[in-house]
């Protein structure tokens, strides 16, 4: 009985300091995850899911982990296995959605995000990830990329060029006394700004790097001066984060003095209680563009604007608004020399992570754009930069694992050109209608020729478009626009030639030719509509011939009305010979007397009546 009781002592203790080891290591693990340690944090959560203890909650921070250390595919793993158990709070929903955005599973990651919807209720950001749909994306513009070979085997990114050199933010740490400091995120050295000038990469001189993060950064048009960001520790000179456990950013500038940058002075919005950082300048250089989550914002990190008054001097910081800023993230804004911003995001529909979006901010209706392929991945796309010289420039991403710099050639949109032509006489004709289709026969753009027949708009390169042109007088035409292989053009052009409806009175707009009772002659109102068709056969249709077709009404007997009828086709036979018109182009003039009544009646008014007694013209051939 003792032993047995010893035995049972024994396994008391020995749980009781399993327990008690496990209960150290989560304490530690969520301590790593704290302090922004994810690499270290991964490995001591994966232990405790093995020993089994807390697995949920581990399995979610692993999940967050994962997702910190942008690794979407690890972490759809973990956030599935946390998401078994009931109860679970919607957060993770939102969070696996994104996930699996990150993985391509767009209609799972619409199924969970409305799963949270339901769960949670509604917002701007789901709204929008629910209401719209990648598919939608019309790129106009088109992108050919290639890695830039300045890239390192850690994290590249932040490229701006100015004057033949392109300066850029890297961990490589080459060329820093610093190698054993590393960023214990994820496990790289930290970040300095580097320049590659003539083929060769360098520290940036002067007093921009420092021991932890600096960049990204813009530089004005002359050269003169740079703002960049860096982390806040030059403030507190320990380098320690802030009481959230985290090194927060800010924004700073520095002076060009005989090529080294110098005079390094804090700009006075900065604050130690949130991040501000990622300036670049507007066409005017008169604006600050910039990212903070600086309180009063829409959510997350927002885009803000900043009047620049010169000596180190600032307006107020502008928030750019719910139409760009989301409750999520908005970082890496760069502004064109057209005002158009570009800035990343997760707060908008994207393809995977953050995505890169642009604004035309001289509009005044806000629409924000996905740039799409291949820009954007399933992965974070960020750091945008164009030159607008010559329509090239960088941006990075992480689909390959690490950040890497791609530069890109802009292609602009293609300028669709056409011409709606009378295929019979190659006149051009004025407001037809064209109208271009999607993949889906959704109408994209509708079109209104001008009085030479001319169209214009603008479409997407390497697509298809079904195209429809429509004119009162023509036969509808359909046919494909085909814009693949076009990278060395920059308009396209598509011309369309419409057959004429065949009907004479309406091609020229006459009236029916009437008479008088019992007359065969032309009446004055008559001759102003067969000037109409003599203006036609002469000046639009010169190989038109005709057929003239008389007829009464049904007073009188047959033998009668055929003979007045025949009267009549004469007469306006005649007519149309005598304005000029080659008696061989027409084919015949014949009566049909009271057979063919434009009215069947039996006792017709005499409305009716008149409305039988015409002349009328059928085509016989148009060219």
């Given amino acids: 009985m003792k032993n047995l009781n010893y035995l049972i002592l024994l396994l008391f203790i020995g749980n009781s300091f399993m327990v008690s080891a496990q209960s150290a290591k989560q304490k530690k693990a969520d301590k790593l995850f704290n302090d922004l340690a994810y690499i270290e944090a991964v490995e001591v959560y994966k232990e405790l899911i093995e020993k089994d203890h807390n697995t949920t909650y581990n399995n979610q921070k692993l999940g967050d982990s994962y997702m910190k250390l942008r690794s979407p595919e690890n972490a ?131 007093d921009v790097n420092t021991m932890l993060h600096d960049g990204p950064l813009c530089i004005s ?48 919005f900065n604050n130690d209680a949130y991040s501000v950082g990622h300036p670049a300048f507007s066409p005017d250089e008169k604006t600050l563009y910039f990212a903070s989550g600086m309180p009063g914002g829409v959510g997350g990190s927002d885009i803000y604007k900043v009047e620049i008054l010169g000596d180190n001097l600032f307006g107020k910081p502008v928030n750019l608004g719910d139409k760009i800023n989301t409750s999520l993230d908005e970082n890496f804004p760069f502004v064109t020399e057209y005002n158009v911003l570009y800035f990343s995001s997760n707060g908008h529909l994207g393809l995977g992570l953050m995505d890169i979006f642009k604004a035309d901010l001289a509009k005044m209706e806000i629409d924000v754009e996905n740039l799409g392929g291949p820009v954007n991945s399933n992965m974070d796309d960020f750091s945008y930069f164009q030159n607008d010289q010559n329509n090239t420039g960088y941006f990075a991403s992480n689909r390959d694992a690490s950040d890497d710099i791609y530069g890109f050639n802009l292609l602009k949109p293609l300028i669709l050109k056409g011409k709606v032509t009378d295929m019979v006489n190659q006149s051009p004709i004025p407001l037809a209608t064209v109208r271009l289709m999607d993949e889906n026969d959704k109408q994209i753009a509708f079109l209104e020729t001008d009085q030479d027949g001319n169209f214009q708009t603008e479409i997407n390169r390497d697509t298809k478009y079904p ?84 007829h009464t009404d049904i007073r009188g ?34 009566g049909y007397g009271e057979t063919k009544p434009a009215i069947a009646c039996d006792r017709c008014t005499s409305s009716e009546h008149q409305l039988n007694r015409r002349s009328i013209f059928s085509v016989v051939k148009m060219n």
């Fill in 221 to 268: 048009k002359d050269g003169k001066t740079m703002y960049f960001t860096r982390n806040n520790y030059i403030n507190n000179k320990k380098g320690k984060p802030d009481k959230d456990k985290t090194n927060n950013l800010k924004i700073y500038c520095a002076s060009n003095v005989n090529g080294n940058w110098e005079n390094v002075v804090e700009l006075p």
């Fill in 467 to 550: 195209i429809q042109a429509k004119h009162i007088k023509y036969h509808e035409k359909t046919g494909t626009v085909n814009s693949f292989n076009t990278d060395d053009k920059e308009e396209l052009f598509y011309n369309i030639a419409l057959s004429p409806i065949e009907d004479v009175e309406y091609l020229a707009e006459i009236d029916n030719i009437y008479f008088d009772f019992d007359k065969s002659n032309i009446r004055a109102d008559a001759t102003k509509e067969l000037d109409k068709l003599v203006d036609l056969m002469k000046n639009e249709y010169p190989e038109l011939v005709i057929e003239i077709g008389s």
């Fill in 557 to 590: 007997s047959n033998q009668y009305n055929e003979a007045l009828a025949l009267r009549r086709a004469t007469s306006t036979y005649e007519y149309l010979v005598s304005k000029g018109i080659s008696p061989h182009r027409i084919q015949a003039y014949k």
């Fill in 76 to 206: 759809v793993f973990y956030y599935a296995d946390a998401l078994k158990v009931p109860d679970i709070s919607p957060e993770y929903y939102f969070k696996y959605a994104q996930a699996l955005r990150g993985v391509k599973r767009y209609d799972e990651s619409r199924e969970w995000m409305q799963k949270y919807c339901d769960s949670n209720g509604r917002s701007a950001v789901v709204d929008e990830m629910l209401s719209k749909d990648i598919s939608d994306f019309k790129i106009k513009e088109k992108y050919i990329l290639e890695k830039v070979d300045f890239n390192s085997d850690y994290s590249d990114f932040g490229a701006f060029e100015k004057d033949g050199k392109i300066y850029f933010v890297s961990a490589r740490d080459e060329g820093m006394s610093r190698k054993s400091k590393t960023y214990s995120w994820n496990g790289e050295p930290f970040l300095d700004v580097y320049q590659l000038e003539a083929g060769t990469v360098s520290p940036v001189p002067g």
